[in-house]
């Protein structure tokens, strides 16, 4: 049988990481993988359940695959399809009775048992799951990272949540939070170094609540990983995401005034400006605290940049809950956003809670909101305009000939690539701002990556 393997993947870093996980494992079984579905055998849809929209994605794209598969049947060529995320995890064997044609149901948890599904599959007549908390660790069975990384490398250091706030589904579908051993992680780091990464993003549902057991039997803190992180030979730059307010120690606003690798660039999601609306959504911090965080970090951390995720339309948000939301946004300032439409998810207390607000509402709240955030990012790009940056280039541009890097503060450039390659870092003077890139221009002298 002829194992060509396609991953679509949905949701968030978290997601993209466990896609390449994914198909490491199943690499190790022969499978290859191509870029397109009407060349796989396997076909994997990795979902992502946080909102309706995203939900609801993964039923159309599995309408479009079973016509594939008809098609592709009447030509004599089988092609198995399998969903797995949050989306899997979330609906388990309930989403046989919308898409009973699908082979293989498998949740976050349980990629290291995708070879071991695929044989089920073989041998049995109907779909094979895995949507259990398995007792081990995925981590512990999947083979070491193989193959070429990318400049900017992602690495999964904690799963899971135990926040329940009180309109997500993460608790959910990824279970209970976790942290993956110090030792497993530098394991890990040095070999995506030894392969071409630059730069380590760390990835975690709840990074910044890091507590992996350390080689010294202690647990330790995301800060004290970051540390260790830095001291491997060849980082150049290091980030982590998605931070929870509420877990942003001191020891961790600290590390980014002392660890020089660390960018100056975070994102922390406040979601509201409005403490009653933060109450309801079971956040656990006030508006005033998330302040006073942003400021203790600006302190020791002046040219932070600060990206952030917020919901408009929470169950009982009044108009003067958003006013303070836009409050919020005025005082802090950011320099890069996400903002949704609170969407009602199954099983979670905020689907039942009163006061659900009307869909025009919060339409026009997030279009409000998304045009003050636009006008901040749009000011904090042109700010960088005239300023010589140390830059880490990424891959391709949107022209032949350009290619693209980033700022510390994350913003991407185009530039003539002429004598450049992806990973190299380079001194660049910003010539022209756009609503979410920039251009610029290769300037002479020595590159250091540093405080701006
Ligand atoms: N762990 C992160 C967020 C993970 S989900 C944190 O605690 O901040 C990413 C973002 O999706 C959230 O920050 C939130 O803004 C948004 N989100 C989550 N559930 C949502 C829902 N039910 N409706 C709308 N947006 C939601
Ligand atoms: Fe969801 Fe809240 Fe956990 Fe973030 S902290 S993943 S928003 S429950
Ligand atoms: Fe979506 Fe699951 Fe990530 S719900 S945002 S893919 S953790």
Redesign the pocket.
């Known amino acids: 049988m002829s194992k060509r393997l396609f991953i679509r993947t949905y949701g968030c870093q978290m997601n993209v990481y466990d896609s390449d996980r994914m198909a490491e494992s199943l690499a190790a079984h022969g499978w290859s993988r191509v870029d397109a579905p009407e060349e796989a055998d396997l076909v994997v849809l990795n979902t992502c359940h946080i909102r309706e929209k995203a939900a609801e994605k993964v039923y159309s794209e599995l309408g479009r695959l079973k016509r594939l598969r008809a098609e592709r049947a009447a030509r004599g060529e089988t092609m198995l399809l399998a969903v797995a995320g949050c989306v899997a995890q979330a609906e388990g064997e309930a989403m046989l009775e919308r898409a009973p044609f699908v082979d293989l149901v498998v949740g976050p948890q349980a990629y290291h048992r995708l070879p071991e599904l695929l044989a089920r599959r073989a041998r049995e007549q109907w779909a094979a799951f895995a949507t259990d908390f398995p007792v081990e660790s995925k981590f512990d069975h999947l083979p070491e990272r193989s193959g070429a990384s990318p400049v900017s490398a992602y690495l999964t250091v904690q799963e899971g949540?135990?926040?329940?706030?009180t309109?997500?589904?993460?608790?959910y579908t990824?279970g209970a939070e976790t942290s993956r051993p110090v030792a497993a992680i530098l394991a890990e780091a040095r070999r995506l170094l030894a392969s071409g990464a630059k730069e380590l993003v760390l990835l975690g549902?709840?990074v910044n609540a890091y507590h992996g057991e350390g080689p010294d039997g202690r647990s330790w803190s995301l800060a004290r990983l970051l540390g260790a992180l830095a001291e491997l030979d060849g980082v150049v730059r290091l980030r982590y995401t998605?931070s929870?307010p509420k877990d942003m120690s001191e020891d961790l606003i600290e590390a980014h005034g002392r660890i020089p690798q660390l960018v100056p660039h975070l994102h922390l999601?406040v979601?509201s400006g409005s403490d009653a609306v933060l109450e309801a959504m079971?956040?656990g911090y006030t508006a005033e605290a998330y302040r006073r965080i942003v400021e203790r970090l600006r302190a020791v951390r002046p040219d932070l940049a600060l990206s952030s995720d917020f919901i408009v339309g929470f169950p009982g948000e009044r108009e003067t809950d958003f006013e303070a939301t836009l409050d919020l946004v005025r005082t802090v300032g950011f320099a890069q956003a996400y903002s949704f439409k609170y969407s009602a998810r199954p099983g979670t207390p905020a689907q039942v809670m009163r006061g659900q607000v009307k869909e025009a509402v919060k339409a026009e709240r997030l279009q409000r909101l998304q045009a003050l955030l636009a006008e901040q990012a749009r000011a904090f790009n042109e700010a960088t305009v005239g300023r010589t940056v140390p830059v880490l280039i990424d891959g391709p541009g949107r022209h032949p000939g350009q290619l693209v890097g980033r700022t510390p503060w994350q913003q991407p450039v185009h530039l003539d690539g002429t004598g450049l390659q992806p990973g190299d870092l380079v001194t660049v003077t910003i010539t022209g701002s756009h609503a979410h890139s920039l251009a610029g221009r290769r300037a002479a002298g020595a590159t250091g990556e540093g405080r701006a």
Do not use: A, I, L, S
């Open positions: 949540c135990d926040k329940f706030c309109f997500c589904v993460v608790p990824r549902q709840n998605t929870h999601p979601q079971n956040r």
